[in-house]
């Protein structure tokens, strides 16, 4: 992917709106949930004060507390149940008719024995509720298969002493809860909205929620005093209280999803919008960096057409801002650079032309050095023979000997204006470049050096080691080969055991070529002025040569990109290297 | 045809002339040589209508008034004097001559060594080559 600033721009914009986004939506979020907690954890309290206070309130309690003080019950029991029985059980009526169908009341001696009893209801024989002395009592909530029921009583008289023996009993009143759904709509509208209002004993089971029976909640929200958590079903908000007087407890709860209705509200309407905000201003930020990063591809177009070769290239300036000044720069250097770029063309061609008239007359300098220098030469030789041919006899032999020494140097001029010829060819010969197999040709210089050596009283033995191959101009590279191993073989010469070595070692990126004698070595301290045209460390007496051999290697080799050095020791051999190109630069 | 002549020699200088000519006659073969000094003589000598053809022409290249390149173009471009042997016998081992001489036409080039025993040698073989070995056409 191409990362250009006009993609990198908009991108950024875009993550830091989104960043902002979600920032702000996840802070809106915490908040309005945090907020509708509050409100949740002070209405639950609130509603289960107002079924509390329902509870306590009944009357129930006050008609209870009243009958058991009824003068015509307590004559009742007084006479042993002997008198009285009419006025008790018209008292007893006030409180619950016959024919009430939800409710009973009985009356009881403190044996539990049954006196007297009204109301059609009736669930055990016996006393539910140990019975309040001063008024009455609720006793727990009790249940029989799918029915709830309550129980009341009082005492008549105190059940101890005198008392439990005449006059004394129970009033209990036993009624069946109404559990319906209409009960429970009215009581949840009374709490209000989506609380739900439970109610229990304080001990555990059983339950109901004034529809049905339900299991009790967990010991946690009834012993709490403050709003907590549990699972019912789902995942609930529950504050608990008990209601005075009665060993009940009421509980009002709130799903969790309700609690936090609000912020999903929030998030539902603030979302879509915060995803507009993100979506325009990215497509403001693409806008922009398309506005900003058009001209700059212009000038930058304009100069890549410039780096390639076109220096006509301008750019147009269509605004006045920084973008407008880079513009006009740009223009003005490619003016610059167009203008140099012609004056140096200019300035390359008279160079050029210099160079080759220069060239031209060194071309002609060296022929005329090839043919004239050569001709006199030719002619001071062969008189010399001639006249040692043809006067041999008129001559003394000192006249024979000096002019033995003018044949000798007649020969050696010519040498060394041959050496220099080539020399001086080198400079102006034009490098091919191919691969080269140096193994090959170092074998085939090795034969051709072993058939013309001369004057060796000693063995040679030179080994060629396997060598890469190099890339370059094979009659040059021969050349090469050739001077350092005719200069191994002239140097070896004396030795009993001559031996040559022509290898190579990777170092450090390139190919390092060497060629290893054990000759007569040289003094290292003059190891730089080997290569020098007519430099020679040994005297024509020891070792023939014009001291152009290794200025030949040293050219050579320079003109193909590459090295060359030498170690040696006087009497202990030389060593010649040499670097080249492995392949085409 | 003239019997007379068998090798054209065309050399300026005179010390080489007569080293050439001793090489010869060493090998018996510097009765039958004439000898021009420069080009113009060499074209004077296939020119003045004796149509004397001679077994080769030793050629130097460096002459003065028309040089040897010139007198090889011109020979090799009549058909009178097409098929004589041309041997180019000259101090220069410049490459661009070589190749100038062989594509006007040369038979031979030779580079005159500075060595005399080998000069001599070398004169002697073209000339035993040319006029012993050598079957021109009739």
Known sequence: ?585 | MSAGVEILLVEDNANDAELTLRALKQRNLANQVFLCRDGAEALDFFADGAGRVPKVVLLDLKLPKVDGLEVLRRLKADPRTKSIPVVVLTSSREEPDIERAYALGANSYIVKPVDFEAFARAVSDVGLYWLLLNHPPQ
């Open chain 1, 1 to 585: 992917m191409n990362w250009s600033i006009e993609r990198k721009l908009p991108l950024f914009v875009t993550i830091l709106l989104l960043a902002v986004a979600i920032t702000q939506l996840t802070i809106g979020y915490g908040e309005v949930r945090q907020a509708s907690r509050a409100l949740a954890d002070k209405r639950l309290p609130l509603a289960t004060k107002v079924l509390a206070d329902l509870f306590q309130a009944g009357q129930g309690r006050v008609r209870i507390t009243a009958l058991a003080k009824d003068p015509a019950i307590a004559a009742f029991l007084r006479s042993g149940g002997r008198s009285g029985r009419d006025a008790a059980l018209a008292a007893m009526r006030r409180v619950t008719t016959d024919t009430a169908s939800n409710t009973g009341l009985e009356l009881r001696d403190f044996s539990g024995k049954l006196l007297l009893h009204t109301g059609r209801f009736s669930v055990a024989d016996s006393v539910f509720v140990s019975p309040g002395t001063d008024s009455a009592r609720y006793g727990p909530l009790m249940r029989r298969d799918t029915t709830l029921f309550i129980a009341i009583a009082a005492a008549v008289g105190s059940g101890e002493g005198r008392d439990a023996e005449r006059g004394g009993g129970i009033v209990q009143q036993v009624a069946r809860m109404s559990l319906s759904e209409r009960t429970r709509t009215t009581l949840t509208g009374l709490a209000g909205g989506d609380v739900a209002l439970l109610l229990g004993n304080a001990t555990g089971d059983p339950w109901t929620d004034f529809a049905r029976i339900v299991p009790a909640p967990p010991s946690n929200v009834l012993n709490s005093r403050t709003p907590v958590r549990y699972e019912r079903g789902e995942t609930m908000r529950a504050s608990a209280a008990p209601v005075p007087g009665t060993p009940w407890m009421v509980v009002a709860e709130l799903p969790s999803r309700v609690v936090s209705a609000p912020a999903r509200a929030y998030l539902t309407a603030m979302a879509p919008l915060a995803l507009l905000i993100v979506i325009v201003g990215a497509l403001i930020a693409w806008w922009g960096s398309r506005r900003l990063t058009r001209p700059l591809g212009d000038v930058t177009h304009a100069a890549e057409a410039l780096a390639a070769g076109d220096l006509d290239q301008r750019v147009l300036v269509r605004r006045d801002d920084e973008l407008g000044r880079l513009a006009r720069s740009f223009n003005t250097m490619a003016e610059q650079v167009s203008r140099s770029h012609h004056h140096l063309e200019a300035q390359v061609a008279q160079r050029t032309k210099a160079l080759e008239g220069t060239n031209a007359e060194l071309e002609s300098f060296s022929y005329s050095v090839s043919h004239d220098l050569r001709a006199p030469l030719r002619a001071i030789h062969g008189f010399a023979r001639i006249l040692l041919e043809d006067h041999h006899a008129n001559l003394e032999p000192e006249a024979q000997r000096l002019l033995g020494v003018i044949d000798q140097n007649t020969r050696r001029m010519g040498q060394l204006i041959d050496d220099l010829l080539a020399f001086s060819r080198l400079g102006r010969k034009e490098i091919g470049a191919a691969p080269v197999d140096m193994e090959e040709l170092a074998r085939a210089v090795a034969d051709e050096v072993r058939r013309t050596d001369v004057g060796r009283t000693g063995t040679l033995a030179i080994q060629i080691d396997p060598l890469p191959p190099a890339h370059g101009d094979r009659p040059l590279l021969r050349q090469v080969l050739s001077n350092l191993l005719q200069n191994a073989a002239k140097f070896t010469r004396d030795r009993a055991e001559a031996r040559v070595e022509v290898g190579s070692r990777w170092d450090s990126g390139e190919t390092v070529y060497f060629i290893k004698d054990n000759g007569a070595g040289f003094d290292a301290r003059y190891a730089d002025k080997l290569f020098g045209v007519f430099q020679r460390l040994h005297s024509t007496e020891q070792f023939d040569g014009t001291g152009v051999g290794l200025a030949i290697v040293k050219r050579i080799v320079q003109r193909h990109g590459g090295r060359v050095w030498a170690e040696g020791k006087v009497d202990h051999g030389a060593t010649f290297y040499f670097t080249l190109p492995t392949e085409e630069r």
